[in-house]
Structures are given as C-alpha cells and as structure tokens.
C-alpha cells in the first residue's frame, strides 16, 4: 500500500477538488491488454523495411498516430520524412501483422475496477486513439453493459491524438463535467501527457516494460502496478481522493 499512502494528504485540492462524476479510460494497456501484439506488429513491421524499433520504443510512442511512429523512425534511419506511399506501405504491413496476432484479452483487474466504478454510480468514459468502427462491438463483448456509445472518444472524435489534450477535454464535453470532475486511467505516457494537460487527475497503471519514472515525468500523479492492484485498492484510493 505504500503508492496510496504516498498519495496524502489529498492531491486533488491543488486542482479543485469537486466531486468525482467520471472516470476516463483508455483503452489499450489498461482495458485489453493490446500492447504486446502492438509491440510485435511494429517491431516486425518496421524490420522488413530497414527500420529498427524495439519493442520499448513501441510502448514509449504509444498513442502517437501512425505517419507520427514511422517518422520517427524514418528520419533517425533515412534522414528524411516517409513518403506518404512509405507510410502507408508500412502501416498496411504493421496492420495485417496485428491482425494475424490472437486478439488481445481483457486487462486482468479491469473488469473488476469497472463493476465497483458503475455500482458506485459513476461514468464509465472511454478515451482512445484507436479507431476501429468495430470498438463498440468490441468493448460489449469484454465488459458488457459497462459502456455506452455516448461516452466514447474515438480517432473519429477529435482533430489532435494524445499527447494534446484534446481527446480527454472532448471525454469531459460529451459527459458534461471539468476536470475537476473527473479521474483518468492511463498506461502510456503520451497519454498521461494529455489528460494531465487536460487539468484531471491521472492514475497511471505501469501495464507494460516502461519505468515509472517515465510516467511520473509525463505528469502522472499516482503510479500504480496494474490494473489488478487499482481495482483490489479503489475504495481506499477514492476515499482519499474524493
Ligand atoms: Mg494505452
């Protein structure tokens, strides 16, 4: 327990402490746990056209679009931008690697946090990058009647993917409350980036190979194990940020 009694006294006075209404989840590395496969498919997509990506550096840009990952990537090794037939290329490539993967499981905990987040009558908000139309499909499979198309921000949503805080101020919009209102779950650090810059509290969940360091740098302001270990801790955690 030493992560939740770090966390006193309240941290959530320096930004205003209302009530919390919502809490704000991604998807990837904290509901399913995609991250491995995302991992694999770049690392191995990237190898077949002269570009190396380790599997870390696939967790570290987590959230960051495609054209974004690859040019990355193409400057260090190229020197130069990929061509948008370069990229596509590429991103087709990761694509049906991904998809040749088992589909990825429900995180471990996540189920659990879900049922104790809706008997405690708050919003269940999802904020993601990705943009499957077949999400929906998806999140009712693995959580069912915890989510509602209303409460979802998907790529389709928003202008800037994470790191802006786009996608978590466009979360607080569509489920009517500030960010004082709200509490994120995050895994990446781009991610943590945007729903700290979006002024809500953000619990970090370290899902994959990352320090924590890295996620307390990108703004986190708890870092927890895993999901397993947020949801076995909620009510003591909320109790204190409340
Ligand atoms: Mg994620």
Redo the contacts with the bound molecule.
């Keep these: 327990m030493n992560e939740l009694n770090a966390i006193t006294p309240l941290p959530r006075e320096g930004i205003g402490g209302g009530v919390v209404r919502a809490i704000l989840f991604?998807?990837?590395?904290?509901l399913f746990d995609s991250?491995p496969n995302h991992a694999y498919a770049w690392s191995h997509a990237m190898t077949d056209f002269g570009l190396k990506m380790e599997p870390e550096e696939v967790y570290m840009n987590?959230?960051r679009t495609g054209k974004g990952t690859i040019n990355i990537l193409s400057n260090r090794y190229w020197g130069r931008n990929a061509t948008d037939e370069e990229c596509q290329q590429i991103y087709d490539a990761k694509s049906t690697l991904f998809n040749s993967l088992p589909e990825a499981r429900p995180m471990p905990g996540a189920i659990d946090l879900l049922y104790k987040v809706r008997a405690q009558g708050l919003m269940r908000v999802i904020v993601?990058g990705s943009a499957t139309h077949a999400l929906l499909d998806r999140l009712n499979a693995a959580f069912p009647d915890l989510f509602t198309p209303e409460l979802m921000v998907t790529a389709f949503d928003v202008h800037h993917g994470k790191p802006n805080p786009e996608p978590y101020l466009m979360g607080l919009k569509k489920a009517n409350i500030s960010a004082s209102e709200a509490i994120v779950v995050?895994?990446?650090p781009l991610?943590v980036q945007a729903a700290h810059a979006a002024g809500i509290f953000t619990i970090a969940v370290n899902t994959g190979p990352l320090k924590d360091e890295v996620l307390r740098e990108a703004g986190a302001d708890l870092v927890l194990p895993s999901m397993q270990y947020l949801a076995d801790n909620w009510e003591t955690l909320f109790e204190r940020l409340r």
């Design positions: 991604d998807m990837d590395g904290v991250m987590e959230g993601t995050e895994n990446a991610g």
